[in-house]
């Protein structure tokens, strides 16, 4: 490559670099939903989908890799996007990607999109539901333009208060023609309520008047910090900024747990406020990932547990029912056998798969509740069993 090719090849690189740079979340959700279209898809989609589709770093990289989705790169195409075809242009493409990334906080999403314990088991729920019934997320051609007079002639009008004549409910236009969501998006997002909840009071977050069993409230009475006087402002602590109480002093502690002795709650509370990495489980059962993002036990007050940036997950009274609801929502949302391949309603919209996943999520939460609270019972009694008998050598 001669010196005037590589100053071409600059200039290319400085104009897709200025080009890149300059798009904002407005044009890059534009690209996910044009994508979403031509897919056949509702523009509603499971938010790490979104999360990643609309990221501009990874879909250039994915470009380059020749791994980038096929609707995705034409969706691109049309609104003038396209992955440059110069080296230069390319260069310059993905460093104004990796600008807009750090202006954009596109990469910080992700995380803050996973950086709760409750967000991180909707992210999970949704790969889950998307998994057992993509027509969740899909839409059908109605075969109509999408104009007011030919949606009343198709009866898919719906008059408001003030009577104005509008789309019915879950109606919208993509390139001119009329679709039907198959579901709404409303609807949807409440299947992750069951799972919400199977983790909300498995992390202790469900109790309004005071503290989880063996915790201080959150904002706790001055004679007895297990309660509280202000039940707004501590089931706003716990809803809005998933805060938990501390432990309770050791005094306290014991009257309501005896089956931990005191030898039990010092270490788990040396454990709970380690801040040094361990990675290695099989010495003590432990392991602590840099920053305390992750922690883990064999053996804490709650038996086996995770810690989630500093939030506790008790095996048997959090993760049993929260996969267990996964499972129950997963399971109610498949199309029913009329629905499925070689059924009588193949390829049509199963009218009772939302019902259907609440039901099971709702069912699977508290029958995984039942299962893990009576594994944590048996277990604290033969804790309290044991320590009893070590005392009575004493």
Same mark, same amino acid.
């Given at each position: ?7 071409? %090849?600059?200039?290319?690189?400085? !104009?897709?670099?200025?080009?890149? @740079? ?7 959700? *534009? ?18 989908? *979104? ?14 890799? #020749? ?38 906080? *596109?990469?910080? !999403? ?7 314990? %409750? ?25 109509? $333009? ?5 949606? *009343? ?13 509008? $789309? ?16 709404? !998006? ?7 309520? $069951? ?15 005071? #503290? ?10 001055? %004679? ?12 706003? !602590? ?57 922690? &883990? ?20 009274? &959090? ?55 009576? @594994? ?19």
């Amino acid at each position: 490559m001669n010196l005037e090719e590589l100053i071409q %090849q600059a200039k290319y690189a400085r !104009s897709a670099f200025k080009e890149e @740079i300059g798009r904002g979340a407005d044009e890059q959700a *534009k690209m996910f939903y044009k994508t979403r279209e031509l897919q056949g898809l509702d523009d509603d989609a499971p938010r790490m989908d *979104k999360t990643m589709g609309e990221h501009p770093l990874v879909y250039r990289i994915r470009e380059n890799l #020749g791994i980038a989705d096929r609707d995705a790169m034409e969706a691109r195409a049309l609104l003038g996007m396209e992955m440059k075809q110069t080296p230069g242009g390319r260069i310059g493409q993905l460093g104004g990607a990796l600008g807009a990334d750090i202006i954009q906080d *596109k990469s910080r !999403s992700i995380w803050w999109l996973l950086n709760a314990a %409750q967000a991180a088991g909707n992210v999970l729920n949704d790969y889950g539901l998307k998994k057992s019934n993509p027509s969740l997320y899909g839409s059908t051609d109605l075969n109509t $333009p999408f104009n007011i007079n030919d949606l *009343k002639a198709a009866g898919l009008t719906r008059l408001t208060e003030t009577g104005r004549e509008v $789309p019915a409910e879950g109606i919208y236009g993509a390139n001119g023609r009329a679709k039907r969501r198959n579901y709404r !998006s409303g609807m949807v997002a409440a299947l992750g309520a $069951p799972v919400g909840f199977a983790i909300n009071q498995g992390m202790g977050l469900m109790t309004p008047f005071g #503290g989880y069993e063996g915790y201080e409230a959150v904002v706790p009475n001055a %004679q007895d910090p297990s309660k509280t006087d202000n039940a707004v402002l501590e089931v706003a !602590s716990k809803y809005i900024l998933g805060r938990t109480g501390n432990l309770l002093d050791w005094d306290e502690f014991k009257k309501v747990r005896p089956d931990v002795s005191k030898g039990e709650y010092n270490a788990y509370k040396a454990f709970k406020y380690d801040k040094a990495i361990d990675v290695n489980p099989f010495d003590d059962g432990n392991i602590s990932l840099p920053g305390g993002v992750l922690r &883990a036990t064999t053996d804490g007050i709650h038996g086996a547990e995770i810690q989630f940036l500093g939030r506790s997950l008790p095996v048997n009274t &959090a993760l049993v029912p929260f996969l267990s609801s996964v499972a129950g929502t997963m399971a109610g949302v498949r199309r029913g056998r009329k629905y499925r391949k070689g059924g009588e309603f193949e390829g049509k919209v199963d009218p009772d798969a939302v019902k259907r996943g609440l039901m099971g999520g709702s069912a699977g939460a508290l029958g995984g509740m039942a299962i893990g609270n009576t @594994i944590e019972s048996e277990r604290r009694k033969r804790n309290e069993a044991s320590n009893q008998a070590y005392y009575d050598t004493l």
